[in-house]
């Protein structure tokens, strides 16, 4: 199994500019999360998905777009890029329960100018 | 979810065993100690998790206290490999499946 997949590993926008992050997962696994890790600090919850068609805002949400049309795909979309979203993005995924452990992705570290 | 607090950094001998506590002293009665480890910057990676009996895993065994306000993290026999930062997290197992990431500990295993 793939696991948790993440593109593009590494990117960079212009400010203004949009762009969208993708995330697959192959484990058939109901909850989605994204995650933001900025340098020296842990992971922020941006946006989750308890399974298609229902997704919900986490602690960070403001400039981020998530949708979930498929169990599989959880991608995220940055609206118009600004520097304050430089970061590395964690998607992962975990099957419904609760009581289990969470797969991570391997990131996609963006920068913004 | 209760906070935990965890020592910014440690250092351990290779070979010798890797000692991480974490308090949380506010944790509530359905809340379980989770483990996760981050190696350089990739995705966290998930170690063991309990609620109130130790646990053990081929990577760790989890320590917990009789009153569940803290916990340790064992590395039985630690290699530079074991190089990463450890995140201690408690958080009832549904619901939103929301973790709350501390800055964890920093563990620099030693040649």
């Known amino acids: 199994n793939a696991g948790v997949t993440q593109t593009p590993k590494f990117q960079v926008l212009k400010t203004g500019q949009s762009m969208t992050l993708q995330c697959a997962q192959d484990m058939n696994h109901e909850y989605m999360s994204w995650y933001r890790q900025d340098p020296g600090m842990g992971l922020r919850l941006i946006h989750y998905?308890?399974?298609?068609?229902?997704?919900d805002q986490g602690e960070v949400p403001n400039g981020y777009n998530v949708s979930r049309s498929t169990t599989e795909d959880f991608p995220l979309r940055l609206l118009s890029a600004a520097p304050s979203q430089t970061s590395v993005y964690f998607c992962?995924?975990?099957?419904?329960?609760?009581?289990?452990?969470?797969?991570f992705g391997q990131g996609t570290r963006l920068t913004v100018v | 979810d209760a906070k935990t607090t965890q020592p910014t950094s440690m250092d351990c001998a290779e070979g010798r065993a890797a000692n991480l506590p974490c308090n949380h002293s506010?944790?509530?009665?359905?809340?379980?100690v989770y483990w996760y480890r981050q190696i350089h910057s990739q995705g966290p990676q998930y170690i063991i998790h309990g609620l109130k009996n130790n646990e053990t895993n081929e990577m760790a065994s989890l320590i917990i206290t009789e009153d569940r306000k803290s916990s340790t993290l064992i590395l039985p026999h630690a290699t530079l490999r074991d190089t990463a930062v450890y995140y201690c997290?408690?958080?009832?197992?549904?619901?939103?499946?929301?973790?709350?990431f501390g800055t964890g500990t920093r563990l620099k295993v030693l040649a």
């Open positions: 992962a995924s975990s099957p419904q329960g609760g009581n289990t452990e969470a797969f």
């Open positions: 997290i408690v958080r009832v197992p549904s619901g939103t499946y929301k973790y709350i």
């Open positions: 506010t944790i509530s009665g359905n809340e379980y």
């Open positions: 998905s308890v399974g298609a068609g229902i997704t």
